[in-house]
């Protein structure tokens, strides 16, 4: 049987996009993870930010080596940049055999095909509007496991001005009810599944633009209703879109996790409104309200942009403000680079490099004390964890996450504990994580 070998950069969209090429290869191929042995080696790319993007360009003559001792072997590129740059990857990098969008890697099998006959190159790029993710369900069994994704939306129509999502993966769509329901029994009933996490730019719209599918406090309320999966996580969600409905949905539904990932991006309005983000720093801090007070014990988690063109050292301090009144859990910072198509790339008064990383590194020092406190708060306390393997740095010793996100290592009388609910006691706090002792198991 023919090996397939996929180094994935990016987002748990792009690691589930992966997992769906395996599926949709079925039988024909089996997964290795050492590329020497690959018959068909695949790119899975991000080009949200600048960083991954140029990663993939060194990756590409890493594996021209390869291609170059085994010219029957395949090499591809698929995701984000496969999307952007289509023809011009062909022009040059001319060894690609294949070029697959965010929409066309469903079309594998058939570009396999026309290679197999044709001997040529195969680019599949085009963005349909009207598009939205098949179907896609492992043929035979697949090994047991803890947390799965499921995409439930492509796309997004927000343009925020330095974004290139919707550029890359086109407008938005959402899939049905019914097929995220049957992805989701699958996944339960056949794989072992016990947490689900549902993935989309911006889940808060989910449905919207379809006459008659639910909303998604909806979906999570059908959702929960498979009686073996115990927990549903779901990111993104666009502040604007965060509805009184969905937030009573998360403090109310006992299987929905207590985490919500709202990206803020910057704290100054004027900046916000360059972003074309479409709400205030008020109207950020009215949903961090709604939500606090609806689940008291509610995470959140954001993203935050520094060095946006334009913005200024009064605007970064608002950011700085910002991070103080919510006091996020975590925080995804990033510097402010360049994306093709976007409107912010062609907007000038760009920040110098040194004045963006100064900025960052005063996001990184304050979130660091507000991370540490907030873990601190759990010493003594007994939480639940979902068990989801052996700790990477000890292995003596269990990993799993209690629904507010936070990782917890903790030691076990047993370690065939991998699929369970447990309670643990926390005993340390670390910088990001927590450790502790077994209590006693809740459901297995
Ligand atoms: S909401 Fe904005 S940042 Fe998020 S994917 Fe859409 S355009 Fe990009």
């Given amino acids: 049987m023919k090996r397939l070998y996929i180094k994935t950069f990016g987002c748990q969209m792009n690691e589930n996009d992966t997992e769906k090429v395996f599926i949709l290869l079925g039988d024909s191929y089996v997964k290795t993870d050492n590329p020497e ?9 991000c080009s949200v930010r600048e960083k991954p993007e140029h990663k993939l360009y060194s990756e590409i003559g890493r594996y021209r080596l390869l291609k170059s001792k085994r010219p029957d072997l395949l090499l591809g590129v698929m995701g984000c940049v496969a999307q952007q740059e289509g023809e011009r990857l062909l022009q040059r990098f001319p060894y690609l055999d294949l070029i697959l969008g965010t929409q066309g890697f469903y079309r594998i099998k058939e570009a396999l095909q026309t290679i197999e006959n044709k001997g040529s190159p195969v680019i599949f790029n085009q963005l349909r509007d009207d598009f939205t993710i098949p179907l896609t369900l492992p043929n035979k069994e697949p090994p047991r496991r803890v947390k799965a994704f499921i995409t439930i939306m492509q796309g997004c129509d ?12 086109g407008r938005e769509n959402s899939r049905s009810p019914e097929d995220i329901i049957e992805e989701a029994e699958h996944l339960v009933k056949k794989c072992g599944v016990r947490e689900i996490t549902l993935l989309g730019q911006n889940v808060n719209s989910y449905g919207k633009k379809h006459k008659g599918y639910v909303d998604f406090a909806d979906l999570l309320n059908l959702l929960s209703q498979i009686e073996e999966l115990w927990r549903i996580r779901f990111t993104t969600s666009h502040p604007k879109d965060l509805s ?3 937030v009573r949905t998360i403090a109310e539904n006992p299987k929905v996790c207590k985490h919500i990932h709202l990206p803020l991006q910057a704290g100054s309005n004027r900046t916000l409104k360059r972003m074309n983000r479409k709400y205030t720093k008020e109207e950020y801090l009215e949903k961090v309200n709604l939500l606090r007070a609806h689940c008291p ?7 935050l942009i520094v060095g946006f063109p334009g913005e200024s050292e009064e605007d970064f301090n608002e950011t700085l403000e910002m991070m103080e009144k919510v006091r996020f859990q975590e925080v995804f910072s990033f510097k402010y680079s360049h994306r093709p198509f976007t409107v912010a790339s062609k907007l000038g008064e760009e920040i110098p490099e ?4 100064e900025r960052l590194t005063k996001v990184h020092k304050l979130q660091e004390s507000i991370t540490e406190s907030i873990l601190k708060a ?3 306390k007994e939480v639940e964890v979902l068990v989801e393997g052996r700790s990477e740095k000890d292995l003596g010793k269990l990993t799993g996450r209690i629904t507010t996100n936070i990782v917890v290592n ?6 065939d504990l991998i699929g369970s609910l447990v309670k643990v006691k926390i005993e340390e706090a670390g910088k990001h994580s927590l450790k502790g002792k077994y209590v006693e198991t809740l459901k297995c």
């Fill in 37 to 45: 042995e690959a018959d068909l080696v695949l790119i899975n790319t």
């Fill in 158 to 169: 927000n343009f925020c001005t330095y974004c290139v999502v919707p550029y890359v993966r």
């Fill in 297 to 303: 014990e509610i995470a959140i988690t954001t993203d």
């Fill in 244 to 246: 009184e409905k969905l």
């Fill in 354 to 357: 040194d004045i963006k990383e």
């Fill in 410 to 415: 903790f030691t076990a009388p047993r370690l």
């Fill in 378 to 380: 759990y010493l003594g």
